[in-house]
Nanobody, 112 residues
Framework: EAQLVESGGGLVQAGGSLTLSCVAS????????IGWFRQAPGKEREGVSC????????DYADSVKGRFTVSKDNVKNTVYLQMDSLKPEDTGVYYC?????WGQGTQVTVSS
């Protein structure tokens, strides 16, 4: 059974940092690009960042460029999202997604 599990969320002050993790199981990690998404209260889910399956090409939403960094560890089947210089508008539930599967999400709250 394919599964994605996020962790690492929490409450942080503006300007702080968090690192999210997404552990994948039940499918071949190398076959899929992995994306990070977030959903703020009352808003639709939006793409934040993604990393390609093989060559590790990365992409970021304009709102997080220069502040967030996505990386992956194929041995650990884990994708990370390093979030620096966090802003209150970064608050939301963060999800990872791949191959049509979604994790349960992890809450990130940034206080002003």
């Amino acid at each position: 059974e394919a599964q994605l599990v996020e962790s690492g969320g929490g409450l942080v002050q503006a300007g702080g940092s968090l690192t999210l993790s997404c552990v994948a199981s039940g499918f071949t990690f190398d076959d899929y690009a992995i994306g990070w998404f977030r959903q703020a209260p009352g808003k639709e889910r939006e793409g934040v960042s993604c990393i390609s399956a093989i060559d590790r090409d990365t992409d970021y939403a304009d709102s997080v460029k220069g502040r967030f960094t996505v990386s992956k560890d194929n041995v650990k089947n884990t994708v990370y999202l390093q979030m620096d210089s966090l802003k209150p508008e970064d608050t939301g539930v963060y999800y990872c997604g791949a191959g049509g599967e979604w994790g349960q999400g992890t809450q990130v709250t940034v206080s002003s």
